[in-house]
């Protein structure tokens, strides 16, 4: 079997800045960590894959949140959601381009992955955030 990168989140994170959304899928029983981790926490088998994630989902869940940390008060208030992915992964993230009247339960949402800023010191992660899934078809009618 070919090697794989190392099953960590600085891989993960190198994966997310390429623009890539990987998981570490165990080879034994098929469950997804993300994010990736070196020993399955179901069957405790070692041998996992990377597998890609689909940038699409649901909005299961969100709050709002207006009492933010310091690194995102100047984006305050905002919203927080849970999204399931179309592979059934839940995933929290913030949720932007979306006011708190506009959002609903179960509305489809897109993954926008977010290349570190040059302007941050070390370490710079890169982030993901979550907008509302524009469908192109409903501009047009039936
Ligand atoms: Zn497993």
């Known amino acids: 079997m070919a090697a794989q990168p190392p099953f960590t989140i600085e891989q993960f994170y190198k994966f997310m800045n390429e623009g890539r959304l990987m998981a570490g899928r165990c080879l034994n029983c098929g ?37 933010a940390p310091v690194q995102f008060q100047a984006s305050a208030p905002y919203l927080i959601g849970v999204v399931r992915l179309d592979n059934g992964l ?12 506009q959002i609903k339960i179960g509305m489809s949402l897109s993954m926008i992955l977010e290349p570190c800023s040059s302007t941050l010191r070390w370490p710079q992660w890169p982030r993901y955030y979550f907008k509302p899934h524009e469908i192109l078809a409903s501009s047009q009618s039936a």
């Open 90 to 101: 839940k995933i929290p993230g913030m949720i932007r381009n979306a006011s708190s009247e």
């Open 31 to 67: 469950k997804i960590h993300l994010p990736p981790r070196p020993l399955c926490d179901r069957c405790l088998s070692k041998d996992f894959e990377w597998t890609s994630l689909p940038n699409l989902g649901k909005l299961m869940a969100y709050t709002i949140i207006h009492v």
